[in-house]
């Protein structure tokens, strides 16, 4: 399997000739989704679902689909009959020639004040990969590739430690980054490197790496 990482939270996942494409959202590059043969989208924030660019890649390969919780799905359904699928927490399908199993259902805690959205999680090939969306959804399994939510208004660095503890993956990928300067990088690479038990890796905007 190659790992793409894209900016911010969107991923490529290719093996066997085909391409799953998570989250590619308004803080991703604009042809993020180009190219997919499948679409997994967490929620509905702009940083990780962008209804133009999702309605562009499904344009440009018309045997693509899409699938994405409810709330997602409501808004680009419509245009593509069939092809946009709504699946839950507990849900299994195959996309793209991948496994996916879905995990979680609920958005991390912004503030209280603020009401909480669904989220979900996807994990790949039993395991392989899990990109949890935002949120720190711990699957019922043994997760291979981590994909680290690291920096964002809902989270700290002492629960994003804590996170990479429970999970207990064998590596985890920074996601979720667009936010983190590079001058604080080093800080976050070396407290989550030191204390949270498993090989951490980043990935520049395009770069990929084999699993």
């Known amino acids: 399997m190659k790992l793409t990482k894209m900016s911010h939270a969107c991923v490529r996942l290719e093996k066997d000739g085909q391409m ?41 390969n018309p045997a693509a689909e899409i699938w994405t919780l409810r709330s997602v799905a409501e808004k680009i359904s419509a245009a593509f009959p069939g092809r946009v699928h709504t699946v839950g927490h507990g849900d299994t399908f195959t996309a793209a020639g991948f496994d996916v199993q879905v995990h979680g259902e609920l958005h991390a805690v912004i503030h209280p004040d603020i009401p909480r959205i669904t989220n979900v999680g996807y994990l790949v090939d039993g395991g392989k990969v899990f990109h949890p969306g935002d949120a720190l959804t711990v699957p019922d399994q043994t997760v291979e590739t981590l994909m680290l939510p ?38 976050y690479d070396n407290q989550i490197g030191a204390l949270g038990g498993a090989e951490h890796l980043r990935l520049k905007p395009g770069e990929s790496t084999a699993l």
């Open 20 to 60: 799953l494409v998570l989250d590619p959202g308004t803080f991703s590059e604009e042809d993020a989704a180009l190219g997919a043969d499948a679409i997994l989208v967490t929620h509905e924030h702009l940083d990780h679902f962008n209804e133009e660019r999702l309605r562009t890649a499904l344009d440009a």
């Open 150 to 187: 690291v920096m964002a208004p809902w989270s700290k660095i002492s629960e994003v430690i804590d996170y990479v503890r429970e999970v207990k993956p064998q590596r985890a990928y920074d996601i979720h980054d667009a936010l983190l300067t590079d001058l604080a990088r080093p800080i």
